[in-house]
T-cell receptor, first 115, second 114 residues
Framework: DQQVKQNSPSLSVQEGRISILNCDYTNSMFDYFLWYKKYPAEGPTFLISISSIKDKNEDGRFTVFLNKSAKHLSLHIVPSQPGDSAVYFCAAMSNSGGSNYKLTFGKGTLLTVNP | GAGVSQSPSNKVTEKGKDVELRCDPISGHTALYWYRQSLGQGLEFLIYFQGNSAPDKSGLPSDRFSAERTGGSVSTLTIQRTQQEDSAVYLC????????????FGQGTRLTVV
């Protein structure tokens, strides 16, 4: 049972436009969410996170939105740059007692930003 | 070191041989994860260590796979009697797991079984 789902395996956008990457989760115990970026032949690197007490977190060109009622989060990149081309992974965890804090990842979305 | 270190970076082995992959987490990080990424696939969870708790082995694909973490630090992932389908990049990550901090990944070990 896949608890974190990224239903779009790939996304292609033009440089300068907005990239929107989506993620859905099924476990209502998840209360902390993260986005990772992965270039080929490298390990994933942390990008941005959001706690369930917020519905938005912004860091420069990157904004993560969380809709708890829909169990949905999204990553917006504005403006998109060719260097943003990578695989983006959504991850979730529960910080509540007994959860043991394990990160659960989605399968990733390959973003291609065309010059 | 400053980051998660994995060795070797590349490993080519013959089918049926055993392999050991090593992960040195960031000092002080209590949580350690192993994932693998097969060609064209996402991150597949293998095993999770958290402090002195029993590890979560729910992602190990078969009994040929095992992992241990000695002294709460270095971890070794062992694959016995390797098969061609074991070929993948094996990624290790660690985190401090206090207040929802992020996990930091190593560069991975690319395993090729021929």
């Amino acid at each position: 049972d896949q608890q974190v789902k990224q239903n779009s395996p790939s996304l292609s956008v033009q440089e300068g436009r907005i990239s929107i990457l989506n993620c859905d989760y099924t476990n209502s115990m998840f209360d902390y969410f993260l986005w990772y970026k992965k270039y080929p032949a490298e390990g994933p690197t942390f990008l941005i996170s959001i706690s369930s007490i917020k519905d938005k977190n912004e860091d420069g060109r990157f904004t993560v939105f969380l809709n708890k009622s829909a169990k949905h989060l999204s990553l917006h990149i504005v403006p998109s740059q060719p260097g943003d081309s990578a695989v983006y992974f959504c991850a979730a965890m529960s910080n509540s007692g007994g959860s043991n804090y394990k990160l659960t990842f989605g399968k990733g979305t390959l973003l291609t930003v065309n010059p | 070191g400053a980051g998660v270190s994995q060795s070797p970076s590349n490993k080519v082995t013959e089918k049926g041989k055993d392999v050991e992959l090593r992960c040195d987490p960031i000092s002080g990080h209590t949580a350690l994860y192993w994932y693998r990424q097969s060609l064209g696939q996402g991150l597949e969870f293998l095993i999770y260590f958290q402090g002195n708790s029993a590890p979560d082995k729910s992602g190990l694909p078969s009994d040929r796979f095992s992992a241990e973490r000695t002294g709460g630090s270095v971890s070794t992932l062992t694959i016995q009697r390797t098969q061609q389908e074991d070929s993948a990049v094996y990624l290790c990550a660690s985190s401090s797991v206090v207040g929802g901090t992020e996990a930091f990944f190593g560069q991975g070990t690319r395993l090729t079984v021929v």
